[in-house]
């Protein structure tokens, strides 16, 4: 089995940065760690759950939404198992519950069901 726990979320002003993390941990896991790819899915109240960026666990490559091009950027830490969504130039739009999710092959998959293993969330509220 696979554990996320996603922190870093917060309230932060428009225009403001924040950095969320998502720790991966379960032998499952740790058996396939090079195989998963890692996404970074959202909710606001009201809406859908959407994509938001994906990045190869092993190897080079990452994915975004395009509401989020040139804003945000996921990267990975393999030695700490923890990938990181580093987002700048924030919008009240932003503001949502934001979930880390992995998915067992190197295929960047925007649509939720196709993603494995889901965290708990994390609240990012950005005031305007």
């Known amino acids: 089995q696979v554990q996320l726990v996603e922190s870093g979320g917060g309230l932060v002003q428009a225009g403001g940065s924040l950095r969320v993390s998502c720790a991966a941990s379960g032998r499952t896991f740790s058996s396939y760690f090079g195989s998963y790819t890692m996404g970074w899915f959202r909710q606001a109240p009201g809406k859908e759950r959407e994509f938001v960026a994906a990045?190869?666990?092993?190897?080079?490559?990452?994915n975004y939404a395009d509401s989020v091009k040139g804003r945000f950027t996921i990267s990975r830490d393999n030695a700490k198992n923890t990938v990181y969504l580093q987002m700048n130039s924030l919008k009240p739009e932003d503001t949502a519950v934001y979930y880390c999710?992995?998915?067992?092959?190197?295929?960047?998959?925007?649509?939720?069901?196709?993603?494995?293993?889901w965290g708990q969330g994390t609240q990012v509220t950005v005031s305007s």
């Open positions: 999710a992995a998915r067992g092959d190197s295929y960047y998959s925007t649509i939720p069901s196709e993603y494995d293993y």
């Open positions: 990045i190869r666990w092993s190897g080079r490559g990452s």
